[in-house]
């Protein structure tokens, strides 16, 4: 059972360039969310998802895009990336939309922006 | 708006003593939950212990145990008998109770605290 996996779990990309983060998730959750990590600034909610073909804005939106065309994977779309798009990036999902289970986390991928 | 307020940026504990991490909250809510998590050099996000803001009994799990003060909105860490792989990153984390309505599965996270233990 592989859980969330996400990849890749480092990238290097230039200013204006444009990338896909992929989450993917192999225990039919319905709940999926994408945080980013910033030093200090503990884990911030980009945009979340609660089934297929439902998403809203989290905490910090701007300069990101989602979707969920499957129960099973959400990916996460830089559409102009910008230095201050350097972060540690972590998909999350549990099983139930508002329940009291646990949020299982993907290991993370590193984005540097030059 | 909820807050989480870690206030210890680094702490240091000996191999097989104790060491407890603060954790302060803001809220209006009465029904939430309230997360310890530990993020170790690999990066993974795993859950050290949760509680419940009904529930009056302070949650624990082995070695790990909270101190939870409602009225106080403190959420500490306890963590006895140290081993060395207990140094991590750990994160305080607050999500909203099943009658809140939106995204009840949001967790705020509090800045962390980086734990060391000394050999």
């Known amino acids: 059972n592989a859980g969330v996996t996400q990849t890749p779990k480092f990238q290097v990309l230039k200013t204006g360039q444009s990338m896909t983060l992929q989450c993917a998730q192999d225990?039919?959750?319905?709940?999926m969310s994408w945080y980013r990590q910033d030093p200090g600034m503990g884990l911030r909610l980009i945009h979340y998802?609660?089934?297929?073909?439902?998403?809203d804005q989290g905490e910090v939106p701007n300069g990101y895009n989602v979707s969920r065309s499957t129960t099973e994977d959400f990916p996460l779309r830089l559409l102009s990336a910008a230095p201050s798009q350097t972060s540690v990036y972590f998909c999350?999902?549990?099983?139930?939309?508002?329940?009291?289970?646990?949020?299982?986390f993907g290991e993370g991928s590193r984005l540097t922006v030059l | 708006a909820q807050t989480v307020t870690q206030s210890q940026p680094e702490m240091s504990v000996q191999e097989a003593e104790t060491v407890t991490l603060s954790c302060t909250y803001d809220?209006?809510?009465?029904?939430?939950?309230l997360f310890w998590y530990k993020q170790p050099p690999s990066r993974q996000m795993i859950l050290v212990i949760r509680?419940?803001?009904?529930?009056?009994q302070n949650a624990t799990e082995n070695r790990f145990s909270v101190n939870f003060q409602k009225a106080a909105k403190s959420f500490s860490l306890k963590i006895s008998d140290s081993q060395l792989g207990d140094a991590a990153m750990y994160f305080c984390?607050?999500?909203?109770?099943?009658?809140?309505?939106?995204?009840?599965?949001?967790?705020?996270f509090g800045t962390g605290t980086l734990l060391a233990v000394q050999p």
């Open positions: 999350a999902s549990s099983y139930e939309v508002r329940g009291t289970g646990e949020l299982f």
């Open positions: 225990m039919n959750h319905e709940y």
């Open positions: 998802s609660v089934g297929a073909g439902i998403t």
């Open positions: 809220t209006s809510e009465s029904d939430y939950y």
């Open positions: 509680q419940e803001a009904y529930k009056q």
């Open positions: 984390a607050y999500r909203s109770g099943l009658n809140y309505g939106g995204a009840t599965n949001k967790l705020i």
